[in-house]
């Protein structure tokens, strides 16, 4: 159960991510491409899930004895739910921590000054 929120989650804070970047103009480019590159990722991500979730629900239809369908159906989900589908998720989170880390690096996160805070005795 948390496997398919996380991921969903994952996918609207890409998409609003991009929506919030599109609407606002003082985003600069450096920040915009590892965000687009993110989106083409979850989709890919989105692309192969839908791919790889029938093969593996199907596989309960399969007979026992029919061991070359079952290699087949095992061979597909590990090219597309394990290997493009992994690919896919590890492209969209190094995307997107480059993106936080260009944006921070734009937009440093203020400091609370420490004198103002100290108590005096």
Not at 27 to 48: D, F, M
Not at 71 to 88: E, K, L, M, N, P
Not at 94 to 112: D, I, K, Y
């Amino acid at each position: 159960m948390v496997y398919p929120v996380g991921g969903i989650l994952w996918w609207g804070l890409v998409f609003a991510a991009v929506i919030a970047c599109r609407r606002d103009r003082s985003v600069s480019h450096a920040v915009r491409v590892p965000l687009y590159l993110a989106v083409v990722a979850v989709l890919g991500a989105i692309v192969s899930t839908v791919i790889a979730a029938p093969t593996m629900q199907h596989v309960g239809a399969v007979a026992d004895t029919d061991t070359a369908a079952l290699q087949h159906a095992f061979d597909t989900f590990t090219v597309w739910g394990v290997y493009v589908r992994g690919i896919c998720f590890a492209a969209g989170f190094l995307c997107s921590v480059w993106a936080l880390v260009v944006l921070l690096l734009e937009h440093p996160l203020p400091v609370p000054n420490s004198s103002a805070t100290a108590s005096t005795p």
